[in-house]
């Protein structure tokens, strides 16, 4: 068994992600890891280092803070998407199921039965993915929060730490009056990217005024 310990300065940190599977939010559980920049003209072995694999919710703030002083010791109130743009994101997951199941029912139909009940799965994942996307600008924080297969991310990045940011649209949102909100940070010596999905384009607009 190999034991691998990490020590990190905190100038080098971008962002804290407190991540939870669908099993952990149920029994109130989550995992902080940290996103750190590599030293100049140095390779890192881990790309997410994990600061706790598991602790209460209730406890994971305050710990962090103890350790990164501007995580806030509470994560606020988020702003979270309308009801009305789940159907975007419930779409694109029904979507990708409905070419399986087609491809699977051109193959054998049996199969194509089979895979019927991947279509209540992506909607659920769609729904989940909605759900779970929100946002929080403070005074040194932008806190973004995704769903993505059953787990929920809630990413505290430092403002001075964002490398870039962008607002994304393509033809038919630009009728709907939508965006996507991109940001870019360091991760080792490369970029992470992370996105708020099907906001407003006034949303999206207010974002990128107040990063500027």
Not at 67 to 73: E, G, R, S
């Given at each position: 068994?190999t034991k691998r310990s990490?020590?990190?300065?905190?100038?080098?940190?971008?962002?804290?992600?407190?991540?939870?599977?669908?099993?952990?939010?149920?029994?109130?559980?989550?995992?902080?890891?940290?996103?750190?920049?590599?030293?100049?003209?140095?390779?890192?072995?881990?790309?997410?280092?994990?600061?706790?694999?598991?602790?209460?919710?209730?406890?994971?703030?305050?710990?962090?803070?103890?350790?990164?002083?501007?995580?806030?010791?509470?994560?606020?109130?988020?702003?979270?998407?309308?009801?009305?743009?789940?159907?975007?994101?419930?779409?694109?997951?029904?979507?990708?199921?409905?070419?399986?199941?087609?491809?699977?029912?051109?193959?054998?139909?049996?199969?194509?039965?089979?895979?019927?009940?991947?279509?209540?799965?992506?909607?659920?994942?769609?729904?989940?993915?909605?759900?779970?996307?929100?946002?929080?600008?403070?005074?040194?924080?932008?806190?973004?929060?995704?769903?993505?297969?059953?787990?929920?991310?809630?990413?505290?990045?430092?403002?001075?730490?964002?490398?870039?940011?962008?607002?994304?649209?393509?033809?038919?949102?630009t009728r709907s009056g939508?965006?996507?909100?991109?940001?870019?940070?360091?991760?080792?010596?490369?970029?992470?990217?992370?996105?708020?999905?099907?906001?407003?384009?006034?949303?999206?607009?207010?974002?990128?005024?107040?990063?500027?």
């Amino acid at each position: 068994m190999t034991k691998r310990s990490f020590s990190v300065k905190q100038q080098r940190v971008q962002a804290v992600v407190f991540k939870q599977s669908i099993i952990r939010q149920l029994f109130k559980l989550t995992t902080v890891q940290t996103i750190v920049a590599s030293n100049a003209g140095k390779q890192e072995d881990e790309d997410d280092i994990t600061l706790v694999p598991v602790i209460k919710n209730d406890q994971a703030n305050l710990m962090t803070h103890r350790f990164i002083d501007w995580i806030p010791k509470d994560i606020p109130l988020l702003t979270r998407l309308p009801h009305s743009h789940y159907w975007y994101y419930i779409r694109n997951a029904s979507i990708i199921s409905l070419i399986i199941i087609a491809g699977c029912t051109g193959l054998f139909k049996l199969w194509g039965l089979i895979s019927l009940i991947l279509l209540p799965l992506a909607i659920w994942l769609g729904w989940y993915a909605a759900k779970n996307n929100g946002y929080y600008i403070g005074d040194q924080q932008l806190i973004i929060s995704n769903g993505h297969l059953l787990t929920r991310s809630v990413s505290i990045i430092e403002t001075k730490n964002i490398q870039s940011f962008e607002i994304n649209q393509s033809i038919w949102m630009t009728r709907s009056g939508l965006a996507h909100f991109v940001i870019h940070i360091r991760s080792k010596n490369g970029d992470k990217e992370l996105s708020l999905r099907y906001l407003t384009k006034t949303e999206a607009d207010n974002l990128f005024n107040w990063l500027s």
